[in-house]
């Protein structure tokens, strides 16, 4: 990967940066299908490797008019994947799901803020904005349902959860915003 990004910055063009990125991710995720693994896992590992590469910067800056419309997409798929009969079926379940797994990690994210050293003030912030569910979740329930490590029913349940984590973080911030004001801590008192 190194000797073509440099091959390739020898030329001064930067259409290529884009060209070959993209090929890169789409031959690597072909690569992965090939072997009967995710798709979805190949592009990951496709744009690690570039993330990882010196051109990174390059590559960022030439992919930037396509980053909008590439997450549009991932979202767009990720929210039609999304199985609401679950929600209407189990929604107890569904919200102690989440309750669960964003209050698991918001805790282990504010011991660890410590050890990162994250001022102190700060700590309770960090945790509740990294405290949802991640995108790669997505990529590795479609890998482990392609593998058949899991049924359908439990991805689509996993797949709720993890989006209604997301939705979780804008009215977390928002709740610690108002809690972290001086003339909101006023007001809780009186």
Do not use: N
């Amino acid at each position: 990967l190194r000797f073509f990004l440099r091959a390739i910055a020898r030329t001064g063009v930067p259409e290529v940066f884009t060209a070959f990125a993209l090929l890169w991710v789409i031959g690597i995720a072909l690569l992965m299908h090939s072997v009967h693994l995710s798709m979805s896992l190949g592009a990951f590992v496709a744009g690690m490797l570039l993330a990882d590469s010196e051109y990174r910067h390059e590559i960022e800056t030439d992919m930037a008019p396509f980053k909008g419309l590439l997450l549009g997409l991932f979202f767009i798929a990720v929210g039609m994947s999304i199985d609401f009969g679950v929600l209407a079926r189990e929604p107890i379940r569904v919200a102690a799901l989440v309750v669960v797994l964003v209050g698991i990690k918001a805790v282990a994210l504010w011991l660890l803020a410590g050890r990162f050293e994250v001022p102190a003030g700060q700590r309770t912030y960090f945790a509740v904005l990294l405290s949802q569910g991640g995108e790669f979740a997505f990529v590795v329930l479609a890998a482990s349902l392609a593998a058949r490590v899991i049924d359908q029913r439990l991805s689509s349940l996993v797949t709720l959860v993890v989006t209604l984590s997301m939705v979780t973080t804008p009215l977390l911030l928002l709740l610690h915003q108002r809690l972290s004001t001086p003339g909101a801590r006023e007001d809780l008192d009186t």
